[in-house]
């Protein structure tokens, strides 16, 4: 039974962090959500994932065919838990090495890059130089000076804090625990925000107008797959009236800390069902596979 217990812990954990995430995001300023839900996700998923091979191990010692079955089936659940994570992997890999033909064009010392398209877009490459940022004379020309540089600002904040690795942090994630998918949508929305607040420090009525206006006009562009400043139609109207309000307040540290607890007893818990796969797998000298935790 203390087998079940541990084993079924982080599907319990993923199931109720899932069901409050929306909630327990609020709690955290828009600069900390984003690592806090990408950090919590990848937790959560190692957790689940060792969860799957540790029961499959235990399963398999069982003598009854039922059990032997139960276990094969968890371990073909991992392992396309791992095949799926891979292939997004590879998907990002492609995606990295299309977006390198931007970095063959020419831009101004700032590192903005304006190309002459019609369609409105705008978004953040990434690269080790600290990437760069592209727009089309198609938004450009539809923007004031003032919802332009509130644009490239937003678009600066994607890349000064790596919103890319967190979001393809919990989209690996999704892909090993499907209890995730949600989750990607809440990480993207908050980088959006976070970059909001960053441009934001200029004025917050010009930083809404961009936001809007940029919405209006790329919600029908098929964008790149990098961190965009459009979202879903609803995620613009929440930025929006975001950006009216107030700015945010400053982190608590007892939310911080909170998900710091989890995150540790989460770890905690992989440690202990990795442990219960190595005595059912290799046994150390002189130790029974039955002694074992349950």
Do not use: K
């Not at 700015?247 to 995150?263: F, K, S, T, W, Y």
Request: proline share 5%; with cysteine.
């Amino acid at each position: 039974m203390n087998v079940v217990i541990l084993l079924s812990a982080p599907w319990l954990a993923a199931a109720v962090l899932t069901w409050q995430l929306p909630r327990l995001a609020s709690r955290f300023h828009p600069d900390w959500q984003v690592p806090v839900v990408a950090w919590l996700a990848v937790t959560v998923a190692v957790s689940s994932w060792v969860s799957l091979v540790a029961g499959a191990t235990v399963l398999w010692n069982q003598s009854e065919f039922a059990g032997r079955a139960a276990g094969s089936v968890l371990a073909v659940a991992a392992a396309a838990a791992v095949l799926l994570a891979v292939r997004h992997a590879r998907n990002v890999r492609t995606s990295v090495r299309a977006n390198r033909a931007f970095r063959g064009h020419s831009r101004d010392e700032t590192g903005v890059l304006v190309l002459d398209d019609d369609r409105p877009d705008a978004f953040a490459v990434p690269g080790r130089s600290g990437g760069l940022v592209v727009l089309t004379t198609g938004l450009t020309d539809a923007l004031t000076a003032d919802e332009r540089r509130a644009v490239i600002d937003h678009e600066r904040a994607h890349l000064r804090h790596r919103h890319h690795v967190h979001v393809q942090a919990v989209e690996l994630a999704a892909r090993i625990n499907p209890m995730l998918r949600p989750w990607c949508h809440v990480v993207r929305l908050a980088a959006e925000r976070c970059a909001d607040e960053y441009a934001a420090r200029r004025d917050r009525r010009t930083a809404a107008q961009a936001v809007a206006r940029a919405a209006l006009l790329c919600a029908r562009v098929v964008a790149p797959d990098v961190c965009h400043i459009t979202g879903r139609p609803s995620d613009a109207r929440v930025r929006v009236m975001a950006l009216t309000g107030a700015p945010p307040e400053r982190q608590r540290r007892r939310a911080v800390l909170a998900a710091g607890l989890v995150a540790l007893v989460l770890s905690g818990q992989s440690y202990l069902a990795g442990d219960v796969i190595q005595d059912r797998l290799a046994p150390e000298a002189g130790e029974s596979p039955a002694t074992v935790i349950g």
